[in-house]
């Protein structure tokens, strides 16, 4: 069993939805929390971090953090055909920059 | 301007063979990363450097060997080819190594493809 599990999709949905994107986690040291969006033949870029647990907004993207439940999630409100994409989560204990990532979630949000 | 830039894009070749692939970041950066990408999308580290040290080495077979000829620079030589060798290799760099988050900055991968 993988450190750190992600539901592969495909995800579909209409372009204007919420989407939420989850991952679960196994390692009660991981204390920093990141989402990295791939677009196809791209590498991945990085959306946003959180640290410890809590809520972080950042435009239409929200990253939420729940340490006790070791669950993490990614919140796309009013979604657009360009964020159509693999979305991988990834996290690290903090004592380094080794990342374990999650296996990504292939999002497409049609017209 | 290319921040991290990885060459060749793609790499076709027989099982057995020698390959490497260069990695080259402009950001100023003192990290530099190896990771694999499976057909699966699962990426995982392979190696870091840090100012040409080695501080990541992750269970990886010694057939592949990264060289860091100065921090800019990191390249993957990859001897005896086999099957399962078959991925995306993405190199990323971040500003350093330690302590709060440092983002990781990736090129947009080597797709080695073994026949």
């Known amino acids: 069993q993988k450190e750190v599990e992600q539901d592969p999709g495909p995800l579909s949905v209409p372009e204007g939805a919420i989407v939420s994107l989850n991952c679960t986690y196994s390692n009660s040291a991981f204390q920093y929390f990141m989402w990295y969006r791939q677009y196809s033949r791209k590498g991945p870029e990085l959306l946003m971090y959180t640290y410890s647990s809590g809520n972080k907004e950042d435009g239409r993207f929200t990253a939420q953090v729940d340490k006790s439940s070791k669950y993490i999630s990614l919140f796309i409100r009013d979604s657009q055909p360009s964020d159509s994409a693999t979305y991988l989560c990834a996290m690290f204990t903090g004592g380094g920059n080794k990342l374990t990532f999650g296996t990504g979630t292939q999002l497409k949000v049609e017209l | 301007d290319t921040a991290v830039s990885q060459t060749p894009k793609y790499l076709v070749t027989q099982m057995g063979n020698d390959k490497s692939i260069k990695c080259e970041q402009n950001?100023?950066?003192?990290?530099m990363y190896w990771y694999k990408q499976d057909s699966k999308k699962f990426l995982k580290i392979m190696f870091s450097?840090?100012?040409?040290?080695?501080?990541i080495n992750e269970t990886v077979p010694n057939r592949f060997s990264p060289k860091s000829p100065d921090k800019a620079h990191l390249n993957l030589h990859i001897n005896s080819l086999e099957l399962g060798d078959s991925a995306v290799y993405f190199c990323?760099?971040?500003?350093?190594?330690?302590?709060?988050?440092?983002?990781?900055?990736f090129g947009d991968g080597t797709r080695l493809s073994i026949l």
């Open positions: 990323a760099s971040s500003l350093g190594d330690r302590g709060y988050v440092q983002p990781q900055h």
């Open positions: 450097y840090n100012n040409k040290e080695l501080i």
């Open positions: 950001l100023g950066h003192d990290t």
